[in-house]
């Protein structure tokens, strides 16, 4: 698995919520019903621990940091996995 930052916009299958890596800061939009519902921005960066990647978002929601599993990440797709619900993402920008 690559280890690159997955620099652009990736969009969730169901259309709940967004990506938008840009460089060293996350904006994450959450959907519902086709609008959206929020928008937060953080700085955040790729990390590995043991064998596993992981995305650090810094001060999420000003709760302090969160950690996502990266289970795979390609050019065109990034599959998460938080709180044992994976959820794959595709590119669109």
Known sequence: MKTTLPIG????????????FAHYLLKIKTYEHDR???TTVSPFR???????LYLLIHNYD??????IMIES???????????????KLNKVA
């Not at 916009?9 to 938008?20: A, G, L, P």
């Not at 790729?46 to 596993?52: A, F, G, M, Q």
């Not at 000003?62 to 950690?67: C, H, L, V, Y």
């Not at 990440?73 to 959820?87: A, P």
């Open 62 to 67: 000003r709760s302090g940091d969160r950690m």
């Open 36 to 38: 959206v519902w929020g």
């Open 9 to 20: 916009i990736y969009q969730e299958n169901d259309k709940r919520f967004e990506f938008d």
């Open 73 to 87: 990440m390609d050019s065109d797709e990034l599959v998460i996995s938080h709180d044992n619900t994976s959820y």
């Open 46 to 52: 790729v990390i590995k621990n043991e064998d596993s």
